[in-house]
């Protein structure tokens, strides 16, 4: 039984920051790479940055020098720092993981529900 849950996401101007929270709880054994994905409207999930257990980094292009992804394995936690946020930007935003279970075999990858950032002027 494990979960995963957004937070952070709200309406900003353009130029403006926010910071995405993703906490995982339930019976984890160990967690892996993390994820940020986003859907803009009408459009299919797009990969927007992972990270490693071992804190290796990737980004796509669009968002590489504005966002900046984190995790915090003591809180079973991954982070999305944005700045510079343009109107291009509005999307859903969720978190991935892969995770190990307690008393389970093997390792399967877990998604949240998802936190709507909008940014307009």
């Known amino acids: 039984q494990v979960q995963l849950v957004e937070s952070g996401g709200g309406l900003v101007q353009p130029g403006g920051s926010l910071r995405l929270s993703c906490a995982a709880s339930?019976?984890?054994?160990?967690?892996?790479?993390m994820r940020w994905y986003r859907q803009l409207p009408g459009k299919q999930r797009e990969i927007v940055a992972h990270i490693a257990a071992d804190g290796n980094t990737h980004y796509e292009d669009s968002v590489k020098g504005r966002f900046t992804i984190s995790r915090d394995d003591a809180k079973n936690t991954v982070y999305l720092q944005m700045n510079s946020l343009k109107p291009e930007d509005t999307a859903v935003y969720s978190c991935n993981a892969d995770i190990a279970v307690m008393r389970r075999w093997g390792t399967s990858a877990y998604w949240g529900q998802g936190t709507q950032v909008t940014v307009s002027s």
């Open positions: 339930g019976s984890i054994s160990a967690i892996y790479t």
